[in-house]
């Protein structure tokens, strides 16, 4: 049953609401950060004991990203079974349930890999199941005559993030270290059972938009109809690069022996969706003989929406390694002496990225923005990402001077991460935080759950790119390449994912310049 607000409601009123979701995100987050902030360092010194020294931070990586993977890969499900069958609001609780058993695995089989991977996986799917709906979920708690104060609450969501963040990255080391796997991972879980409970307590409070009916014009119908229709005299060049694109998928599969099947599936999935939105693209006016202008211009509108999210994913290529290669970089530097006992682990330098966050998202609300338009620039979501994308390669430029330090015998100090860390979380705030609200607003009524997936997917896709690069390092010739060019392995790569990030924020921007923003707020 769909609930509204009430009529006696002030138009610029907050919803009340709000708090509930609000509290159930910032003890989510923690539980989802204080796994992952010491999941690197947990299997290099005690699951993956049994590989070769040499070996172990390579493993941990892959299996770091190979996760994030699946946090992100599961959107998809968790966005179609709200907007189709269950509605948000009980996909979010039963899919935090399913995050809870996730928890519980960790804690239970720390020293098991079997049930250790089946606790990632169950994590991977209730984080990834719920991730796309929280933020839409707030959405719908606007409607037109309040919208303004979405924007605000977005910022304020994204805040409350990094404040979970920010504690379970500065406390899980030292309960790993001080009490043990058990104990750390048992933690997040308390943590995550309690966000259940608080999302739960507001559910007679809440908005709740129900599922979407059934929809002659729905998304895929009219896809479907662009890539089947046939014109007299004309071709089908839309249909053939969809037929293309499905045999080129499978055909990826034939990667699993070199690749592994997390990659051979995700390479599959980048060039279906890519063969399939192409080809819609190329034919879609034909879908008008069958569905009203106003669908098949709302599909077009998702499918240009589609190519800005295709043009973050570098972005996130970078984003998520500061949980993995950098804390492997942060291993190789030296803990200054006057650090306290309990803020002298290198994956603690972690915190900076949430603590930097809820300073600059009021900063840059309050002072930045406002003093760009004083002086008569407009910094539009689209700008905010491009400017955004652009730091997170400066920082891997920073880092990657370090790593040539490192190399070469300077004994550096952890500190110095302070830069690119903070260079990388400037670039966040403005990609991440304001990609939040533009998902939202640009998408359909019908597709807000599943175009927040196709936000989300654009980490999965940002891992895969790290997941091929490492892979690639592993053969000779690459290797004996890397080498002729002077620099290590390590430094090699950050040098390389910073060109990839500089490379995909010109793309960005020159996209962006033509890219005609909508809006998609709910009438009250």
């Known amino acids: 049953m769909t609930q509204a607000l009430p009529a006696t409601a002030p138009a610029a009123r907050l919803p009340r609401q709000i708090p509930f979701i609000i509290g159930n995100e910032g003890c989510e987050r923690f539980s989802f950060y204080g796994m992952r902030n010491i999941l690197t360092p947990f299997l290099i010194t005690s699951l993956l004991l049994q590989l070769p020294e040499a070996d172990r931070p390579g493993a941990a990586k892959d299996v770091f990203h190979t996760f994030m993977i699946g946090v992100y890969f599961f959107p998809l499900l968790g966005g179609l079974i709200a907007d189709r069958l269950l509605g948000k609001y009980r996909t979010i609780l039963w899919f935090s349930l399913i995050y809870c058993m996730g928890h519980a695995c960790l804690a239970i089989f720390e020293d098991n890999r079997t049930g250790f991977f089946m606790g990632l996986g169950l994590i991977a799917l209730g984080a990834g199941g719920i991730k796309p709906l929280v933020a839409s979920f707030v959405g719908d708690q606007f409607t037109q005559s309040n919208k303004h104060l979405a924007k605000v609450v977005f910022d304020a969501f994204y805040w409350i993030i990094n404040f979970g963040s920010l504690f379970a990255s500065m406390l899980m080391p030292i309960f790993l270290r001080s009490y043990g796997p058990a104990v750390a991972f048992g933690i997040p879980g308390l943590l995550m059972l309690v966000a259940t409970i608080v999302f739960w307590s507001g559910r007679r409070q809440y908005v709740l938009v129900p599922p979407a009916p059934a929809n002659p014009d729905s998304f895929s119908r009219v896809v479907r109809s662009a890539l089947l229709a046939r014109r007299p005299g004309a071709g089908r060049p839309g249909l053939w690069t969809a037929v293309a694109s499905i045999v080129l998928a499978l055909a990826s599969f034939a990667l699993i022996p070199a690749l592994g099947f997390v990659i051979a599936a995700c390479i599959a999935l980048v060039v279906f969706l890519a063969g399939i939105g192409g080809g819609a693209w190329m034919q879609l006016d034909r879908a008008r003989d069958h569905h009203p202008d106003s669908a098949v211009d709302g599909v077009r509108a998702v499918l240009r929406v589609l190519v800005i999210f295709a043009l973050v994913t570098p972005f996130w290529s970078l984003f998520d390694q500061k949980a993995s290669t950098w804390i492997l ?44 338009r004083r002086l008569g620039y407009e910094p539009t979501a689209l700008r905010r990402m491009t400017v955004g994308i652009v730091f997170s390669g400066l920082a891997w430029i920073a880092a990657g001077g370090f790593q ?60 895969l790119w790290v997941l091929l690069a490492n892979a690639a390092v592993r053969n000779d010739t690459v290797i004996g390449s890397i080498e002729r060019t002077g620099l290590s392995e390590a430094a090699f790569l950050m040098f390389f994912f910073a060109g990839f990030a500089l490379l995909a924020a010109l793309a960005f921007g020159l996209y962006a310049r033509r890219y005609r923003e909508v809006d998609n707020y709910r009438t009250a």
């Open 329 to 372: 970089q942060g291993n190789q530097m030296a803990i200054p002496g006057w650090l306290p006992e309990w803020l002298n682990q290198p994956a603690q330098m972690q915190l900076l990225n949430p603590l930097l966050v809820m300073i600059l998202i009021p900063f840059n609300n309050l002072v930045l923005y406002p003093a760009l």
């Open 404 to 463: 040539l330090a490192i190399d070469g015998g300077d004994p550096l100090s952890i500190l110095w991460q302070v830069l690119p860390y903070a260079l990388l979380t400037f670039g966040e705030v403005l990609v991440s935080a304001t990609g939040l609200e533009f998902a939202y607003s640009q998408a359909p009524a019908a597709m807000k759950g599943v175009i927040m997936s196709f936000w989300n997917l654009t980490t999965t896709i940002g891992n």
